[in-house]
């Protein structure tokens, strides 16, 4: 009723104009509107309705005013009409930092802050490691995650979060430098390649930030779309080379997001277009018939094309129930370029036009069809180029101590701090022999194989179980080949 009465002056975004003047949020409303006294006079009247057919009265002590590019001297005036307080950006609402600049390390001085709070000196003392990665994994890599869904992580926080989150892995807490024996990437391997599960913070941020991608090609309504669609002209312009200056930081990195490397070629490698009516593809942009952008297949039919921007369902019709093509040219071809128009028309034999249903986005990844930060995190970290380990795999399934678990890890993939390993890395040692029966060097499969005591060991264990001894040569034989 207000924006047909034109009670207040709604904010207009964007080429189309779309109005914004209130968002509501749980018990918070916000109302947007120009700079004007007649603005400002009618909100406080609306308030005012709202009180006495309500019966709830504003707190004015909690409403606040603020402006954008306007002077001091006009907001206090328009506060004195509220009886409201001032506020000047940037400031912080639901916990956000609302004109601040992400890219900046000060932005994320808080989420670091919390991420340092939970850790102390003593946990680190007192924790297996274990548990350290237990930790790590349930709390320190999500406390991050209210402001990584919103915001790209700029690579120094990204550098910051590892190292706070690998001195704490190795050894928080303890007096002097502590070794890390195995690289960050190898942590943030999935279990069954020979990692330990680790969110990698700028992998998962990527994935975080495709969940927007994805809402805005596939959600059909919303505001917020509505505002991006006006000012920026929708996801398609994502992939336009260059980058507008006058566009938002929170745009340029869904660009930077869309032509990501772990995405492929960029974000439209990951799902594939549900053909419906035709109406929201483009016919030469997207890549709709699986064998990429008809723009670039057909680089010379598009170039004499004269409906470049046309959608799918504006070059044909249906016929007796059948669709038929209807491609418009802006001259006759060569002799040359026939072909080629044969091929394009033998290729759009394939496509199939459902009439009423409206065209959609298939994730590609994980057989779900819609788009899942679980599953994307997954295709961005590149799992499916690498060859799992079976033997990691039966190991972190074994029904044992998990500390045991882990030395067998540390084991396999050879880093324990043996004497060899420690001479290896710079550290001082007495000598390199082993400890128990000081003939050979202490490497891993000498300490637990070829020693004497630890063949001794080995007897006892398989004595116990009632295993014969041949079946513990296979057993040392297959470790050690896999180290």
């Known amino acids: 009723m207000t924006e047909e009465k034109k009670l207040i002056d709604s904010l207009e975004v964007g080429k189309t104009k779309v109005k914004v003047n209130m968002l509501q949020y749980a018990d918070d409303t916000l109302f947007f509107c120009d700079a004007n006294t007649k603005s400002v006079f009618n909100i406080k009247a609306i308030l005012q309705c709202f009180e006495l057919t309500s019966g709830h009265r504003v707190n004015c002590l909690k409403s606040i005013i603020g402006g954008m590019g306007l002077n001091q001297f006009s907001l206090q005036r328009f506060a004195s009409i509220l009886n409201c307080d001032t506020m000047v950006a940037p400031f912080v609402y639901l916990g956000f930092p609302v004109s601040g600049s992400h890219k900046r390390c000060a932005f994320w001085n808080g989420v670091i802050e919390k991420v340092q709070a939970r850790l102390s000196r003593w946990k680190g003392r007192c924790l297996s490691m274990t548990m350290r990665i237990c930790l790590i994994k349930s709390v320190l890599s999500f406390i991050p995650l209210f402001f990584v869904s919103l915001f790209k992580l700029p690579s120094r926080v990204v550098d910051k979060l590892v190292i706070i989150k690998r001195n704490f892995l190795w050894g928080w807490g303890s007096d002097g430098r502590k070794i890390a024996w195995a690289s960050w990437k190898k942590v943030c391997k999935p279990c069954k390649f020979g990692g330990l599960g680790i969110i990698d913070p700028k992998l998962f941020n990527l994935a975080l930030l495709g969940k927007w991608i994805w809402r805005l090609g596939s959600e059909k309504g919303g505001l917020w779309k509505e505002v991006l669609v006006s000012k920026y002209g929708g996801w398609r312009n994502l992939g336009g080379e260059g980058i507008r200056t006058r566009s938002s930081l929170w745009w340029k990195d869904l660009k930077e997001v869309w032509a990501s490397e772990g995405w492929g070629r960029s974000f439209e490698d990951g799902f594939k277009w549900k053909v419906g009516d035709g109406k929201d593809i483009s016919f030469w942009e997207d890549n709709w018939l699986g064998c990429d952008a008809l723009k670039r297949v057909f680089s010379r039919l598009f170039s004499i094309s004269s409906t470049k921007e046309a959608m799918v369902a504006e070059l044909g019709s249906w016929i007796n129930g059948v669709w038929g093509w209807q491609l418009a040219w802006r001259r006759f071809f060569f002799d040359w370029e026939k072909p080629l128009e044969d091929q394009l028309l033998q290729i759009l034999l394939e496509a199939r036009l459902?009439?009423?249903?409206?065209?959609?986005?298939?994730?590609?990844?994980?057989?779900?069809?819609?788009?899942?930060?679980?599953?994307?995190?997954?295709?961005?970290?590149?799992?499916?180029?690498?060859?799992?380990?079976?033997?990691?795999?039966?190991?972190?399934?074994?029904?044992v101590v998990p500390s045991d678990v882990l030395t067998a890890w540390r084991m396999l993939d050879n880093k324990l701090a043996t004497r060899v390993n420690l001479e290896r890395r710079g550290v001082s040692v007495e000598n390199s022999l082993c400890c128990l029966c000081g003939k050979e060097d202490e490497s891993y499969r000498h300490l637990f194989f070829n020693c004497c005591f630890a063949w001794r060991v080995w007897c006892l264990c398989f004595k116990c179980l009632e295993f014969r001894l041949c079946f513990t040569l296979i057993l040392s034989q297959t470790l050690i080949n896999s180290g």
Do not use: T
């Open 354 to 399: 459902v009439p009423g249903e409206a065209d959609s986005w298939v994730w590609k990844v994980g057989g779900l069809q819609m788009f899942s930060v679980n599953y994307a995190y997954i295709h961005v970290r590149k799992d499916r180029e690498v060859v799992s380990s079976p033997i990691f795999s039966r190991l972190w399934r074994c029904k």
